[in-house]
């Protein structure tokens, strides 16, 4: 059974990106789902100064740890003012000091969502870009418009919208599903 990590980008207990990046991982047939969420996760603020006296935090450790025994990550970005959340922002620079290839070239569904028209595509298109100099094999991609009008009842209720995603999904599955991870 393949191990599919699902992780909303934000530090939201009610996230609608944690509620989207688990519902597209639970998408994929014969797959184990670890749902993260960073709050689960503290870390001092990253900086130089903090790493030499105190080294890596152990959380830090944990994630990057579990990333290395996913087949496959879906992550939806929560977008603060045009760029990622600052929870996001300090596990993925602490998880760089650990290994430049933060996202061990796992297949990726990269997503954001918000309750707005563009989904966050800002922030969406930022780690389109940063992300494959760090190990990101994005196989998929999707900004998800306006959350609260295209998601209820944990089911996307848009039908062309959740076509779209079902074709992602499956680019996506088909990609874990080629990949052997070693443990």
Do not use: C
């Not at 650990?98 to 954001?112: G, Q, R, T």
């Not at 999707?142 to 009842?153: K, R």
């Amino acid at each position: 059974m393949k191990k599919i990590i699902a992780l909303g980008a934000s530090n939201n207990r009610n996230s609608i990106n944690k509620t989207l990046a688990t519902y597209t991982a639970n998408q994929i047939e014969q797959a184990e789902v670890l749902t993260l969420d960073l709050n689960d996760y503290p870390m001092p603020m990253y900086g130089i100064d903090e790493e030499n006296e105190k080294g890596i935090p152990e959380n830090a450790l944990k994630l990057n740890s579990i990333i290395e025994n996913a087949d496959g990550i879906v992550i939806s970005l929560a977008e603060h003012n045009g760029s990622y959340a600052a929870v996001f922002k300090n596990a993925f620079d602490w998880l760089s000091r650990i290994d430049k290839e933060v996202w061990k070239n796992k297949p990726m569904f990269l997503m954001s969502t918000s309750p707005g028209a563009r989904g966050g595509a800002t922030v969406l298109e930022s780690a389109k870009t940063s992300f494959p100099f760090l190990g990101g094999n994005i196989i998929a991609d999707l900004a998800f418009p306006s959350f609260y009008d295209n998601f209820s009842d944990n089911q996307v209720i848009n039908e062309s919208l959740n076509s779209i995603l079902n074709e992602k999904v499956t680019l996506f599955q088909n990609s874990v599903n080629t990949v052997s991870t070693a443990y």
